[in-house]
């Protein structure tokens, strides 16, 4: 149980693209979702916190513009990098938690995504 | 906020051999848990242990709470177990998973 499914895998694309990421709950709903950044042999930095319904809480010297978050259903949230530059390139890995637990229970986190702008 | 520290930064083994990982925070916390990250990115959650002892195959993980550290032991290690190990904490009122540096482990055959 409890498996967060996250798409596409691998990104490729020209500067200046937009790129969407989706990270769905398959077998449970999560009113909370987390997106991630992972640079090159660094740990995982938290973006920001997805709420369904509601816009998303960015953390401290993430740009809400440059990353668009949508949480429209309770197993589904998106994000885009709008108008994608290199430095944009990153691993991105996104995580769920069961609307039935409590907030201090784990984690489902989903496989990541690999961003490569050229 | 929180500081999660993870030491060693670096682990070389052969294959066989035990190790342990050990993670420090800096206050109280609600969560914790141990994840490996593989190669191909892809993290693994290995323990929820906010307290107590846990075991599963070779590996097990013991958190001390009161002096705020955690262990993650593992055993006659192979070389799938290569990889980051991460510990990740959430503290107080906030539903936000810190995460450690992590630790860098390569098993040798």
């Known amino acids: 149980g409890a498996v967060v499914s996250q798409h596409p895998s691998r990104v490729i694309c020209k500067s200046g693209t937009s790129v969407k990421i989706e990270c769905r709950s398959l077998d449970f709903q999560a009113t909370t979702m987390f997106w991630y950044r992972q640079f090159p042999k660094k740990s995982l930095m938290l973006m920001a916190t997805s709420n369904e319904g509601s816009k998303a809480t960015y953390e401290q010297g993430v740009e809400k513009d440059k990353f668009l978050i949508n949480h429209a259903s309770l197993t589904l949230s998106t994000l885009t990098v709008t108008s994608a530059h290199p430095e944009d390139s990153s691993f991105y890995i996104c995580?769920?938690?069961?609307?039935?637990?409590?907030?201090?229970?784990?984690?489902?986190f989903g496989d990541g995504t690999r961003l490569s702008i050229l | 906020g929180i500081q999660v520290e993870q030491s060693p930064p670096d682990l070389i083994l052969q294959e066989g051999a035990n190790s342990t990982l050990r993670c420090n925070f800096s206050d109280s916390v609600n969560n914790l848990q141990w994840f490996h990250q593989n190669p191909w990115g892809q993290l693994i959650n290995l323990f929820y242990?906010?307290?107590g002892t846990k075991q599963n195959g070779r590996l097990s993980a013991t958190t001390v709470a009161t002096e705020r550290y955690s262990l993650l032991y593992i055993s006659s290690s192979q070389t799938t177990d290569s990889g980051v190990y991460f510990c990740?904490?959430?503290?107080?009122?906030?539903?936000?998973?810190?995460f450690g540096a992590g630790t860098r482990l390569a098993v040798h055959p």
């Open positions: 242990i906010p307290s």
């Open positions: 990740a904490v959430v503290s107080g009122g906030y539903n936000k998973l810190i």
């Open positions: 995580s769920a938690r069961d609307l039935l637990e409590y907030s201090n229970q784990p984690q489902h």
